[in-house]
Every structure is written in structure tokens, then in C-alpha cells.
């Protein structure tokens, strides 16, 4: 049932670090006519050619938000004005080049031949790596032969071969590669396997380092569909569907809209999560009566005091929380400890609205608040105030509306909760 956008920090270096990776492509410096296949964008067809993407759709008529179909035929200009100006050379050996429009980082780094990194440091820049139109980049030490680092990064696999990038979910790092080439080859966007490693900036990556290439999925938008219940229900931050499909994430969703939906994969843990209740023991039948099995532990606190006016139900008439009556005004606290990853207004359903995550894939949600409390990437303590009770959103009354969700599903808040206060 939740119905709004879900923040992270990750989200947010998607969104201004680069696009979706590009596809495989023969030659993409020299085709004029580019056939789209699954999971490319724009920006990524236009950074592979080496030109805008603005020239790419002035040449096809597109028009924003500038969405591509698999299989949609695009001309790609050559020698046009549009065409980003070629970097200049500097006195250190490397180049300069004037930010075009449309254009980010990563493009400018694929196509001078070097780290995003290498750029962002030899222009000052910090996460999350902003580029304006017209500014002046240094390029440090670029390649002097461009074209052909290109054609060799992005050439296709045999067909024969057995560790063909494109199917693989487990990758051995070998000499030479970069987790840019290997999102490439991938195709698989690069922050994407950045975090599903838990790589930090500037993710170099190791010969003999086994890296896991989260895959995707596909949603066929419907009528009431929202970047909120996106998220929750495949647990992916909508700023990073909305970037994975070249979309504006404040933008409306639209009926009919084919969604590529990027697969995030955490890390392998070793051991149990500090989330996770303690394993019970089976009980050694001493005796001819079983003792009683202990009582779960608790995972959440309630946030509120009051009657339940709506429980959580699944089937035709779900509802993915718990409606908890309550004077206007009184205290809501956090179930538990976390980070605050949503705090605002949510204009569809909820109202005012907190969203915190507590880690190992749990969150919990708390709606039709008066006043919220806590700012967004605040760290808050269990029991700690995060906003007051009220009627905002859906709300039927002076109520709070409050939601656990685990690895983006809904679960029943009672079984995570102690018995009524």
C-alpha cells in the first residue's frame, strides 16, 4: 500500500553520477544508424557515439523525458553543431573540455578515455560530481588514441565464450579491466555493482576480486502506480528506476510505461545480523511434557498508543499496515533505532510521512502525521519523537497509519511487535 518516494544515498549517486550502463555496440563511433537494445538510455547511445544526446534527439524529434524503445531505429549525427566541442589541449599533457548539454561525468570520462575518478580530482569536484553546462574540465594525461580504447572495451564477446559478460551474475576481476569496463560488458549500470559490492569511491577494483552483477527486472506501469509503490515493492529506490529509464523522478508515471527495474544485491554476510531474533534451541524431550517454546522477542516498538481501527490484510482488500487511533498531537516515536530516509510530505495517499530504515533490509513507515519532526538522513534513537499525530493523506480521523516492511515487502506489524501497550 505504500505509495511515495523512498530516499536513499545511494539513490542520490545514481541519480547525479551517471545514467544506466550502455549496451554492447559495434563500432558506436562510427554507426549512424543505432538499433536499441534492452537496458540502453539515451545518454548512454549518445556517450558510446561520442556526441550529445541532445543531437540524437533533435535528429530522431524526441522530446523530454526522452525515452527509447528496444528496437527503436535512431540516426546518429555526424559533424553536427551539436556535437560536443573536442577538448583542447592543456600544458600538463592532458586536455580541457566545455560541458555540453546533457552530458555528466561519466560520459565525458568514457569518452576522453579515462576515470571519472582521475576527472573529479583533477577538477576539484566531490560527490555527486555536478557538471554544468559551459564549465571547463581539465582532462589529466587523456589516452592519445581514443577511439581505438573504445572499440576495444566494448567489443563483442565470442559467441563461444563461456564467461560472456552479458549472462554472467559472478565475475573474476582479470588483468587490466575497470568496474566501468566491466559495467559496459555487463551491462549492468556501474553505481549499481558499486553497491551491490559495497564499493566506496573511487571503486577501483582488484585482479582476482569477485564481483556480483545484480541483474534486472521489467514492470508494466498501471493506473495507480507511483514511484513509491515501485520502490517498495521491488525494495529499489525509485530514484534508481528513474534513472536506470532516463526519467525525471518528480515526473508522473505513466499507464503503459515498460519500467526497467535495476536488482540490488547486498554484500555476502558472514555470520547472523544483529536484527535477527536469537535461533531457539529445540527443547530435549526430558520429560514427557514439552516445555513451552520461548516467547519471540520483539523486533519493533509500537509508536503509538490506541485502539487498532484497521488491521493488516493481504487478498483483493489489503492493507499493508496498521491504522492506530490517536489524539491529534500526540507524540509518534521510532519503533526502533535507524536513519531517517524519508521525511516530507507524500501527496498521494499518506500525507506527512516518515520512512525509517533500521538496517538488514527492515523499515517501518509512519503516516497521516500533523507535523513531522525529524529531517531526512537524521539518526534517531527507538523511542525517539518523529512527528505528532494527525489526519493528513487517507487518514479517516485522527489516527497514525504504520507499516514494516522487509526487503521492500509488507509484513504484518503485529508479529514484529509486543502485545498491545
Given amino acids: 500500500m505504500m505509495r511515495a518516494r523512498l530516499l ?8 547525479f553520477s551517471g545514467t544506466a550502463a550502455p549496451a554492447l555496440a559495434a563500432s558506436p563511433d562510427q554507426e549512424t544508424v543505432h538499433v536499441v537494445e534492452t537496458g540502453e538510455t539515451l545518454n548512454g547511445i549518445a556517450n558510446r557515439a561520442g556526441i550529445s544526446a541532445e543531437a540524437i534527439a533533435k535528429a530522431n524529434g524526441l ?3 526522452y525515452l527509447v ?6 540516426a546518429i549525427p555526424r559533424k553536427t553543431a551539436a556535437d560536443p566541442a573536442p577538448a583542447a589541449p592543456s600544458q600538463d599533457g592532458g586536455s580541457f573540455h566545455v560541458v555540453g548539454t546533457g552530458e555528466t561525468l561519466n560520459g565525458i570520462a568514457n569518452r576522453a578515455g579515462v576515470s571519472s575518478a582521475a576527472l573529479a580530482r583533477a577538477n576539484g569536484l566531490e560527490a555527486p560530481y555536478l557538471v554544468k553546462v559551459g564549465q571547463k574540465l ?16 566494448t567489443r563483442q564477446p565470442s559467441p563461444t565464450a563461456t564467461d560472456s559478460l552479458a549472462e554472467e551474475t559472478v565475475h573474476i576481476v582479470k588483468p587490466g579491466e575497470t568496474l566501468g569496463g566491466i559495467a559496459v560488458r555487463a551491462k549492468v549500470p556501474r553505481v549499481l555493482i558499486a553497491e551491490a559490492n559495497g564499493l566506496q569511491p573511487p571503486y577501483t577494483v582488484k585482479v582476482g576480486q569477485k564481483l556480483h552483477l545484480p541483474r534486472t527486472r521489467r514492470h508494466a506501469v498501471t493506473a495507480g502506480d507511483t514511484g513509491f509503490s515501485l520502490a517498495m515493492k521491488y525494495g529499489v529506490p525509485w530514484e534508481q528506476i528513474a534513472t536506470a529509464n532516463n526519467l525525471d523522478p518528480e515526473a508522473p508515471l505513466k499507464a503503459g510505461e515498460n519500467l526497467l527495474i535495476p536488482t540490488l544485491l547486498n554484500p555476502p554476510q558472514t555470520g547472523v545480523s544483529k536484527l535477527d531474533p536469537a535461533p531457539v534451541p529445540s527443547a530435549a524431550p526430558a520429560t514427557p511434557a514439552a516445555a513451552p517454546a520461548p516467547a519471540k522477542t520483539a523486533r519493533f516498538g509500537w509508536p503509538v498508543s490506541g485502539p487498532v481501527r484497521r488491521g493488516y490484510a493481504t487478498g483483493s482488500n489489503y492493507h499493508d499496515g496498521l491504522d492506530i487511533q490517536a489524539a491529534k498531537g500526540t507524540m509518534v516515536r521510532a519503533a526502533a533505532a535507524g536513519t531517517v530516509k524519508f521525511a516530507g510530505k507524500e501527496k498521494d495517499q499518506f500525507g506527512n510521512l516518515v520512512v525509517i530504515d533500521h538496517g538488514g533490509g527492515w523499515y517501518t513507515a509512519y503516516g497521516f502525521l500533523s507535523r513531522v519532526t525529524v529531517k531526512e538522513g537524521a539518526k534517531v534513537a527507538a523511542g525517539e519523537r518523529i512527528g505528532l499525530v494527525g489526519s493528513t493523506g487517507m487518514a479517516k480521523g485522527s489516527e497514525l ?15 514484529e511487535l509486543p502485545k498491545a501497550p
Wanted: charged share 25%; net charge neutral; aromatic share 2%.
Fill in 69 to 74: 524503445r528496444v528496437g527503436q531505429k535512431l
Fill in 8 to 15: 536513499t544515498a545511494a539513490a542520490l549517486v545514481a541519480v
Fill in 401 to 415: 497509519h504504520f507499516e514494516v516492511r522487509q526487503d521492500g515487502k509488507p509484513v504484518d506489524p503485529l508479529d
Fill in 138 to 153: 581539465q582532462i589529466p594525461g587523456a589516452a592519445p588514441v581514443r577511439t581505438a580504447a573504445r572499440v576495444i572495451e
Fill in 63 to 65: 522530446e523530454a523525458p
